[in-house]
């Protein structure tokens, strides 16, 4: 992992494309933001981890489906 310092309004640039910038710095917390592509999805790592949770479930409910008889 790599780990920086920045103070408030510096920013990280990802790839050319993504840019994470410390927006505010109010006690222990921190606001980010993100600038990056719209097809490129940016969540909180709990609503992502909620997400593949979801996936992983409808996953597990859909029956695998049966090979094509032989007529």
Do not use: Y
């Amino acid at each position: 992992m790599l780990v920086l310092s920045r103070k408030k309004n510096e920013s990280i640039v990802i790839n050319d494309d993504i840019t994470i910038v410390v927006v505010e710095i109010r006690g222990d917390k921190v606001r980010l933001g993100v600038e990056a592509p719209k097809e490129i999805p940016v969540h909180r790592r709990e609503v992502f981890e909620a997400i593949h949770r979801g996936e992983k479930e409808s996953q597990e409910k859909t029956p695998p489906e049966s090979p094509p008889s032989a007529s």
